[in-house]
């Protein structure tokens, strides 16, 4: 498969020795290292230094968004389930590199989720494929500080294009699902947090293409009823008991996510004149009472199941990120510029995809291997480091262990759930 995919993305270099150096660069992406940068990387391929992966990233002649491309439809034909992709979910989401310089392109000071706080960060809007199979990132784009699109010695020092502007977090995420829609990438559904929730660029994009959305929104958000406008944290107040409803969002690590849902029709008008069917979802935590609002469209009315299955979707790209960032040195990079940061990124989620494809193939065979867990991405990636080294010990020792991880994972899963069952309140 690791063939396959460098064979997809070779004739985006237009030297073997480019394509060559890419392929270790991925190689390397790949390999069990707790650092992953030029110099690593260049010595795990064999080069005795790391000028060759420095000039990949930043002067060797290829273009990374053919190589996104690529990769998109990779991601696609290994992760789109029978269902022809109307399942599928494109997760929209934003995450910080913490970084101590100020060269660095894009870097600020500025809130990023990754510490919970203000700091020096580089921040990157993602977007994600998922299904019942698999996720895995499709997009990438840099968010530009308006500082940083306004100061034209910073843009020049760090190659940032002429035609490039600032936009907002909602406007970068409105082009990458656009991008992908064009492309022919079939999805029924967008998801994404707050920041997202709250852009009209976003939101009108998605409803002109007639596909769903199930977007957070703040409490503050107004929403439109018949009786007018009204907070979202109000029209929760509101509610009588028996518009709750307990539904699962989804498998986590310690059992199914239960909630307590409701759904309330708004913008009735709106819907009268450009159709559709608009909704406000509500979530309720079933231990602390803590609230959680989506706003959410259709083309067609769909049950309250359908859309709580969509908003449990988009945990799926924090995974992604813990995974690019833990196992493909999604956030190692050591790069300045504006083409390397895109080139970087685009390697590290080519390398990501990789996982993502064999675990999904992986885990097809998993009825041939009861009271294990499924296969995860820090697993095949363990077994691809040990079982493709000639050291020893042999491939038998490495599947032995492999397999005991699995299944005193499976256990540990199953007491989690068993006591979730029996404490889960009715």
Not at 133 to 155: M, N, Q, S, T
Not at 162 to 180: N, Q, Y
Not at 336 to 360: E, N, P, V
């Amino acid at each position: 498969m690791f063939e396959d995919l460098i064979g997809r993305v070779a004739c985006r270099f237009a030297r073997v020795e480019s394509r060559r150096r890419a392929r270790g660069l991925v190689s390397g992406l790949l390999a069990e290292s707790p650092r992953k940068n030029c110099w690593t990387l260049a010595e795990h391929a064999g080069d005795a230094t790391p000028y060759g992966m420095q000039y990949l990233l930043s002067r060797a002649s290829w273009d990374a968004d053919q190589v996104r491309n690529d990769l998109r439809s990779y991601v696609v034909e290994h992760l789109g389930g029978p269902g022809g992709g109307k399942d599928a979910v494109l997760v929209v989401d934003e995450t910080g590199d913490l970084k101590k310089g100020v060269a660095s392109v894009g870097v600020q000071r500025q809130y990023t989720g990754t510490a919970g706080r203000i700091e020096n960060s580089q921040v990157a809007v993602f977007l994600a494929y998922a299904t019942d199979a698999g996720h895995a990132f499709i997009d990438r784009e840099l968010y530009l500080p308006k500082v940083w699109a306004a100061d034209a010695d910073r843009r020049e020092a760090a190659g940032v294009p002429d035609e490039v502007r600032f936009a907002t977090k909602g406007e970068l995420a409105a082009r990458m699902v656009a991008r992908a829609l064009d492309a022919g990438v079939a999805s029924g559904w967008v998801t994404g947090d707050e920041v997202y929730g709250q852009s009209p660029d976003l939101r009108g994009e998605v409803e002109s293409r007639q596909v769903g959305y199930v977007l957070a929104v703040a409490s503050s958000h107004r929403v439109t009823l018949g009786i007018g406008a009204r907070r979202v944290d109000q029209v929760a107040a509101t509610l009588p008991k028996r518009a709750w409803q307990c539904m699962s969002a989804g498998p986590g690590a310690k059992g199914h996510r239960f909630y307590s849902w409701a759904l309330v029709d708004i913008d009735r008008d709106i819907n009268r004149d450009l159709g559709g069917h608009r909704w406000l979802l509500i979530r309720r935590n079933r231990s602390t009472g803590e609230l959680a609002f989506y706003r959410c469209y259709s083309p067609h009315r769909v049950p309250l199941a359908a859309l709580v299955k969509v908003a449990g979707r988009r945990w799926t790209i924090e995974e992604s990120f813990q995974a690019g960032k833990g196992l493909c040195g999604l956030d190692q990079h050591q790069v300045r510029t504006w083409k390397s940061w895109y080139r970087w990124t685009t390697l590290a989620m080519l390398a990501h995809a990789f996982l993502a494809a064999l675990t999904t193939t992986e885990r097809a065979h998993q009825h041939d291997e009861p009271g294990l867990i499924p296969m995860t991405l820090a697993e095949v990636q363990r077994l691809l480091t040990r079982l493709t080294t000639n050291t020893p010990p042999a491939a038998g020792h490495h599947l032995r262990w492999s397999q005991w991880r699995r299944r005193h994972q499976a256990h540990a899963r199953n007491c989690h759930y068993q006591r979730q069952s029996t404490t889960r309140q009715p």
